[in-house]
Antibody
């Protein structure tokens, strides 16, 4: 079955960096767009970034553009999010999610999430 | 950016009720609309995609309707496990945006 497992979260000081990973299994990883989506404590969902199956195209929310970098290693079935210049407002649970193939589709598989806390 | 508006932010209902949760887009998005359910402490779960297509494994009491700017998620007969927060999300254009959520409470 499809499984997504995030790791790499933790406590980091403002201005610091962190790299999140998402290990995928149970499907042909390179066939799917993947995204990072976050949720601040007690708040709603915010899409952060996506990457195409080949990794050739990436998009970012304005709130993270220039600070976060999404990447993937299809040989390792892994998705990454490099987060630099972290701010208190980046504190959230970060989910990796698989986008269904096709048009007008949604995120059909999600990891359990990893908590990132930015605080001095 | 396309803004997704969900109002109300919460609603009260009872087991067996028919519940309708609205979502409005700030511009036309055709049928590029998905619905998710999130229970406390859990990851979101896809219920509906393409505005009205039921995701595999989701009970048939869930249905979606709408096109353009106005959409609705309907639960035909609310079950105890359906008390949760529901989010709409557009994938018409980046940034892909979510509504702020509607919490269905007892």
């Amino acid at each position: 079955q499809v499984q997504l497992v995030e790791s790499g979260g933790g406590l980091v000081k403002p201005g610091g960096s962190l790299r999140l990973s998402c290990a995928a299994s149970g499907f042909i990883f390179s066939d799917y767009y993947m995204s990072w989506i976050r949720q601040a404590p007690g708040k709603g969902l915010e899409w952060v970034s996506y990457i195409t199956g080949s990794g050739s195209t990436k998009y970012y929310a304005d709130s993270v553009k220039g600070r976060f970098t999404i990447s993937r290693d299809n040989a390792k079935n892994s998705l990454y999010l490099q987060m630099n210049s972290l701010r208190a407002e980046d504190t959230a649970v970060y989910y990796c999610a698989r986008k269904q193939r096709g048009m007008a589709v949604g995120f059909d598989s999600w990891g359990q999430g990893t908590l990132v806390t930015v605080s001095s | 950016d396309i803004q997704m508006t969900q109002s109300p932010s919460s609603l009260s209902a009872s087991v067996g009720d028919r519940v309708a949760i609205p979502c409005r887009a700030s511009q036309r998005i055709s049928n590029y609309l998905s619905w998710y359910q999130q229970r406390p402490g859990k990851a979101p779960k896809l219920l509906i995609y393409a505005a009205s297509s039921l995701q595999s494994g989701v009970p048939s009491r869930f249905s979606g309707s709408g096109s353009g700017t106005d959409f609705t998620l309907t639960i035909s007969s609310l079950q105890p496990e359906d008390f949760a927060t529901y989010y709409c999300q557009q994938s018409y254009s980046t940034p892909w945006t979510f509504g702020q959520g509607t919490k269905v409470e007892v």
